[in-house]
């Protein structure tokens, strides 16, 4: 099976295609000048016409839109150039300061939007030409802390009018440029709470060509900076200009005299021995080199350590071995009186451990003869001589033997004989014999 296509859908295929590569590859060029604030704003509706239709049902116009930028190359900004986006669903911003080093260099930021609905991606190029201006630098720069707004919201060209505006009414100059705006978070400040509509804080840099106006002046009179060391607002004249849209904090703000910097230049010390001279080329060693002999090395490294300790250890076997005394040798050192007296303590220790093992102790009273008062007969202990005893407990308990023997018991003439009962018991599993009954009295 074959697929085939109509003419008119190859030809809107082409072109969608060949639209979508040339907005890709457009650049666009801009002027900033150096010293001055630069903002180039990347409006999600310029980006919209360049994402192919979607075939599903959807708000186009409500797609979320993100962007990255990056400088050709490399995988980050220049670093006087920043970028801010809040939400997908309103625009980026670049902004930032070039500065001198800058002019005449075409700088080429690769701007790409991402569709987080359809997924497509759209590209383009921004050609950023650095130019000189006579103006710079302006030698008169205060720097303003405003508590009430974000980055994005001093970026507005309508917001960032009015705050210019109010500073050249207090400051009368004849050139008044903002020259940088930076978010209080990249100086270290802390994210705001989300409660009370706070703001992050911004700086914003602005230059003048006239001194500074006397209202600017009072923020270093003793006064206000005593009340700035105890975290009180200082008392300005002026800051009614800005109260109605522009919360200023005025002990942060900064003025500088530039023309009045000394400029500090830093002494090298003299380059030792090993380090090249600033401007000097890397001369390499010469690849005629002649091979160098290692056997030497390898003497000293393993050879030597290797042999002292061989030495070390015949002169540690023939003393464990060949010096050794035998017991015959110390026998014949010893003097006979010597040998008598330690054979004799010998003799005796073995004889008293062998007669420790046949001694003997007390015999029970159940071990005894027992006597019959009737018969007269004397009953031979049972136990023999011979018996371990060692092991009988102090308390000796009975118990009822099987067998019982009866003995005959002699009464009075003219009676007749009656039968005395004897008991043999076992204590702890010896056999006893005991009385258990007497004659009855007839």
């Known amino acids: ?126 050609v950023i030409n650095i130019m000189a201006t006579e103006e710079f630098p302006l030698p008169y720069q205060a720097e303003f802390y405003i508590k009430n707004m974000n980055v994005e919201e001093m970026l507005a060209s309508e917001v960032l009018g009015d705050f210019l505006g109010a500073v050249k009414n207090i400051w009368q100059p004849e050139r008044l440029n903002a020259i940088n705006i930076t978010s209080a978070l990249d100086r270290g400040g802390r994210v705001p709470l989300p409660i009370n509509n706070l703001k992050e804080g911004v700086y914003v840099m602005v230059g003048a060509d006239v001194p500074f106006s006397s209202c600017l002046r009072e923020v270093e009179s003793p006064h206000n900076q005593l009340r700035c060391s105890q975290e009180m607002e200082p008392v300005i004249s002026c800051d009614k200009k800005f109260r109605a849209q522009f919360h200023i904090d005025w002990c942060k703000i900064s003025l500088v005299d530039i023309n009045r910097v000394v400029p500090v230049y830093i002494t090298r010390p003299d380059p030792g021995t090993g380090i ?72 005796s220790s073995k004889e008293l451990r062998s007669m420790s093992k046949n001694r003997e102790i007390s015999w029970p009273l159940s071990t005894l003869p027992v006597f019959n008062p009737v018969s007269g007969e004397v009953v031979p202990p049972i136990h023999p001589d011979n018996y371990e005893t060692t092991s009988m407990p102090l308390m000796q308990t009975q118990t009822n033997l099987q067998n019982q023997i009866t003995i005959p018991q002699q009464r009075p003439s003219g009676d007749s004989y009656v039968m005395s009962t004897f008991r043999r018991l076992e204590v702890n599993g010896i056999p006893e014999e005991r009385k258990v009954a007497e004659a009855l009295n007839l």
């Not at 003393?319 to 040798?329: D, I, L, N």
Request: net charge neutral; proline share 7%; aromatic share 12%.
């Open 1 to 126: 099976m074959t697929c085939t296509m109509s003419a008119a859908a190859v030809a809107v295929w082409l072109g969608t295609v060949v639209t979508i590569l040339s907005r890709s590859h457009a650049d666009r060029n801009v002027y900033p000048s150096a010293g001055v604030l630069f903002v180039h704003v990347l409006e999600r509706e310029y980006f919209k016409g360049e994402f192919p239709p979607y075939p599903k049902s959807g708000d186009a116009g409500n797609d979320p839109i993100t962007f990255n930028t990056n400088l050709m190359g490399y995988p980050d900004r220049p670093g006087w150039l920043r970028y801010i986006q809040r939400t997908p669903h309103s625009d980026g911003v670049l902004y930032g300061s070039p500065t001198a080093e800058h002019v005449g260099k075409a700088t080429v930021i690769e701007i790409t939007a991402y569709n987080r609905r359809t997924f497509e991606t759209a590209r383009h190029n921004l």
């Open 276 to 347: 090249l001279p600033e401007f000097g080329e890397y001369d390499p060693p010469s690849e005629s080199l002649k091979t160098r002999d290692y056997f030497s090395d390898f003497l000293i490294t393993l050879a030597v350590p290797s042999a002292v300790a061989l030495v070390l250890f015949f002169i540690l076997g023939y003393s464990m071995c060949c010096r050794r005394e035998g017991v015959e040798k110390r026998n014949m050192q010893t003097p006979d009186i010597q040998l008598v007296h330690h054979s004799s303590i010998q003799k």
